[in-house]
């Protein structure tokens, strides 16, 4: 018996009834010869793990564009925190751990330089949209490994694809998520708890907010603060599905009503906030230009992305590349393009 197969069966003995299986996955997006290590979605796991688009989530923006204090989180502490959040969540309810981390690590992949501000350009830009969990698929189906894709599972893909609720309710409504494993749902409530909570710690650091601004509801239900407002929703949600056999992610209403009503904070009082600063403005500029000179200039399309492809195909090819920057290479491409070097000889 390979290890693999010894790691499936133990899978088996151990996981609750409702858990995915590595070794029942719905299957690769192109068939190929399974690891003898490591069951499939440890695999993936390790494939979104080593790719290029996951180390650049270093220097993109979570909220704060391109911090320079060394405490604000960035598209990678944030991940890592959601992955961390759901895995206790997953561990907890017996569910698949190697599945959400997978999810959880790749659940961001297609997030903008400048986060929201350059989302929603590009939403702007491209003639079909731009939607950053369309983007996180289109990561690991298409552009990691030069064109060729991670080659993930159907059940990490679906995860990934389906992570995003934008303001809508936290736990799935009305066969919303059917089809999507718990895992991939776990991840999404994982993603929730983990920026209300870490923007909420970084708006007091920066300075946007003071602990005391919190509504009473968020204080007493949640807690003042990060660690004991994660502690609370981790219960919660793993108490409340207790109850249902493991079946079902639930939450109380009085925890959900108090992440609703920090999550409406956070909007009014930092991200929208935020989007009417200067800062949010001029990223979204940089964005713009770039997109448009990619598109227009020929010579400055091929020296940066490489051969022209077809006329139709363009906005898409430039969308990619610049979906895929860092906040600090927009800036420094930018630079570099549009603003004038000084002579520097003597
Ligand atoms: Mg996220």
């Known amino acids: 018996m390979s290890l693999r197969q010894e790691l499936e069966r133990r899978e088996n003995e151990w996981l ?109 830009l491209l003639p079909d949209g731009f939607r950053h969990w369309e983007q996180s698929l289109r990561v690991v189906d298409v552009l990691e490994k030069d064109g060729q894709g991670l080659n993930l599972t159907e059940e990490v893909r679906l995860g990934i694809y389906s992570h995003s609720k934008g303001r809508g309710a936290f736990l799935p409504e009305n066969g919303e998520m059917s089809g999507v494993s718990l895992e991939g749902q776990l991840v999404r409530l994982a993603d929730v708890m983990a920026y209300i909570a870490h923007d909420t710690d970084d708006a007091v650091r920066g300075g946007v907010i003071a602990e005391g601004d919190l509504p009473e509801v968020v204080r007493r239900v949640l807690g003042p603060r990060l660690s004991r407002q ?29 992440m609703w009503t920090l999550r409406d904070f956070l909007y009014q009082r930092v991200y929208d906030n935020l989007e009417v600063h200067g800062d949010f403005i001029k990223a979204s500029k940089v964005i713009t230009e770039l997109f448009e000179r990619l598109m227009a200039d020929d010579e400055f399309f091929s020296a940066q992305v490489g051969p022209l492809p077809e006329a139709r195909d363009r906005a898409r090819a430039v969308a990619d590349y610049v979906a895929g920057m860092t906040d600090r290479y927009a800036l420094t491409l930018y630079e570099q393009t549009f603003l004038p070097r000084p002579w520097a000889r003597f």
């Open 16 to 124: 609750s009834p409702h858990a995915a299986r590595s070794s029942q996955s719905r299957g690769r997006l192109r068939p190929e010869p399974e690891c003898s290590l490591r069951p499939a979605f440890q695999h993936d796991r390790d494939r979104i793990l080593y790719c290029k688009a996951f180390r650049r989530l270093k220097h993109k923006t979570q909220v704060f564009l391109a911090p320079t204090g060394d405490h604000y989180r960035t598209r990678l502490t944030h991940t890592l925190e959601v992955s961390q959040i759901a895995r206790t969540l997953a561990r907890g309810l017996r569910l698949n751990e190697d599945l959400t981390e997978a999810i959880a690590l790749g659940h961001d992949l297609g997030h903008t330089p400048f986060g929201h501000a350059g989302e929603k350009v590009l939403d702007r």
């Open 230 to 258: 994660i502690d609370t929703m981790v219960r919660d949600l793993l108490a409340q599905s207790q109850a249902t056999g493991g079946e079902r992610l639930v939450m109380s209403p009085e925890v959900q009503e108090a």
